[in-house]
Every structure is written in structure tokens, then in C-alpha cells.
């Protein structure tokens, strides 16, 4: 049964940076890409990048591709997204999400999604 | 990116009706378009891929039909736990999702 479990929630400081992590189990890791995407309060859901797993590439929004960076680990089955000069327009639920094997970005599991709250 | 316009924001429905969500692309994505199921404090759930692919393990009441700009997802005789978001997703290049569609009890 495939699982993705996110990192807990993270109160941060507007320019700070945060680290989430979102690590996977029931399935070959380094076989499916994982994206992520994040949802401010009140808004619709936005794509944030992805990595391919299996050789690291990855690719960004560019409205924030100078702030972010995703990494995996395979050793431990687990990929992170690393913000950087937060502000308040960061806040959001950010969710983790495995591809299905049909499409490059049809997830067809998500992560519980973690709360990044930035606030002075 | 791909404008998505996605209606009604909101519907409210009884148990046993038919609900039907559009989504609308500003540009021509051929079937290159996802919906998912969000309720509160959960992870979003795939439903439908590539416009019209059911998938694995969800009920057959729903479906999904459009293709080029124009989307529909169909949810046939409502059931209780369909009271939840529903979000399109176009695939065509970088992703961009629906507002979502808040389906309520009536």
C-alpha cells in the first residue's frame, strides 16, 4: 500500500528558509517522480516543481524557481523541498505527490500535506 | 501557463442527484486534463486522468468526458460521501489547477 507522510507543520519568519520532507513506502521509490504542490488559505491548489527520482532532474515554477529546490534521498525513500526568503505569500498547506504511471504529472497519491505558516 | 476556468464555484445537491462540473482551458490541452476529490484535512484524491480514465478503486458513478477545451466531470446518483471539492488540472504543460467546485448538501 502506497503511503507518502509529510513532516510536521513549520512556523517560520518572513525570510527564513524551510525544509519539508516527504518520504514514501509501498512502492519502488526511484520509479515514479514525485511533485509538489501548495494551497494558500483561500486559493486553488499551485504547482510548485518536480524531480525525477530516479536521476534527480528537476523542474520549478517560475515564479519561485529562485527560491526553491527539491532533492530526494533514495537511500531512504524520501524528497524534500527546500524554500528559501520566505514571505507571508508562502503560507500555504504544501502536499507531496506521487505520479501515476499513465502521465508525467497525474498524481495518484498525495501526501497529508504540511502547514508552513510565515509570520513575524 | 494554461488559463483554467472551472464552474460552478459552488452546487448544492441531494443524495441520488446528478452533478455536473465543467472545467475550461485557454488553450487546446487535447485530453491532457486530471480531476481529483478534496475533502478537509485530507490528501486530494485522483478520480479521473487524461479527461475520461477512471481510476482504480473509484466508484463508477463518476466520469469524466471532454477533450481539446472543454471538460465535464459527471458524478451519476450522489452519494454522502461525495459532499467534498472537486479541482480540475490540465497536464498539457505546466501545471495549473481548477478553483474547485464545492459540491454541498442542498
Known amino acids: 500500500q502506497v503511503h507518502l507522510v509529510q513532516s510536521g507543520a513549520e512556523v517560520k519568519k518572513p525570510g527564513a528558509s524551510v525544509k519539508l520532507s516527504c518520504k514514501a513506502s509501498g512502492y519502488t521509490f526511484s520509479s515514479y517522480a514525485i511533485h509538489w504542490v501548495r494551497q494558500a488559505p483561500g486559493q486553488s491548489l499551485e504547482w510548485v516543481g518536480w524531480?525525477?527520482?530516479?536521476?534527480?532532474?528537476?523542474k520549478y515554477s517560475q515564479k519561485i524557481q529562485d527560491r526553491v529546490s527539491i532533492t530526494r534521498d533514495t537511500s531512504a525513500s524520501t524528497s524534500y523541498m527546500e524554500m528559501s526568503g520566505l514571505t507571508s505569500e508562502d503560507t500555504a498547506i504544501y502536499y507531496c505527490?506521487?505520479?501515476?504511471?499513465?502521465?508525467?504529472?497525474?498524481?495518484?497519491?498525495w501526501g497529508q500535506g504540511t502547514l508552513v505558516t510565515v509570520s513575524s | 501557463d494554461i488559463q483554467m476556468t472551472q464552474s460552478p464555484s459552488s452546487v448544492s445537491a441531494s443524495i441520488g442527484d446528478r452533478v455536473t462540473i465543467t472545467c475550461r482551458t485557454s488553450q487546446n490541452i487535447n485530453n491532457f486534463l486530471n480531476w481529483y476529490q478534496h475533502e478537509p484535512g485530507k490528501a486530494p484524491k485522483l478520480l479521473i486522468y487524461l479527461a475520461s480514465n477512471l481510476q482504480i478503486g473509484v466508484p463508477s458513478r463518476f466520469s469524466g468526458s471532454g477533450s481539446g477545451t472543454d471538460f465535464t466531470l459527471t458524478i451519476n446518483s450522489l452519494q454522502p460521501e461525495d459532499f467534498a471539492t472537486y479541482f480540475c488540472?490540465?497536464?498539457?504543460?505546466?501545471?495549473?489547477f481548477g478553483q474547485g467546485t464545492r459540491v454541498e448538501v442542498k
Open positions: 488540472q490540465q497536464i498539457y504543460n505546466t501545471p495549473t
Open positions: 524531480i525525477n527520482v530516479g536521476n534527480g532532474k528537476t
Open positions: 505527490a506521487k505520479i501515476h504511471s499513465s502521465g508525467w504529472a497525474v498524481f495518484d497519491h
